[in-house]
């Protein structure tokens, strides 16, 4: 889950603790507000820690994703 504050398109970058992008999202916002991405979809993720980048506009929050089964 995320809130996009703006109607800019997003970005989201997963990125392995080697720093190798493992997956990346481009989307539209057609509004502000809470959104759910599946920050692993089409990618095959194994099991780990990964860093999860979303950027809109001038805004990049990054955070940690821990991917435990699938």
């Known amino acids: 889950m995320c809130d996009l ?3 800019e398109p997003a ?3 997963v990125y ?3 720093g190798r992008r493992m997956n ?3 989307f539209a916002v ?4 809470a959104r759910k991405i599946q920050a692993g979809a089409g990618a095959r ?3 780990g820690v990964y860093w999860v980048a ?3 506009a001038a805004r990049k929050p990054s955070r ?3 991917v435990v089964a699938r």
Do not use: E
Not at 30 to 33: I, M
């Open 24 to 26: 990346h999202l481009d």
């Open 64 to 66: 940690r994703m821990v």
């Open 45 to 47: 993720l194994v099991p």
């Open 16 to 18: 392995d603790v080697m």
């Open 5 to 7: 504050p703006g109607v």
């Open 54 to 56: 979303l950027s809109q």
């Open 11 to 13: 970005r989201l970058d």
């Open 30 to 33: 057609p509004a502000p507000g």
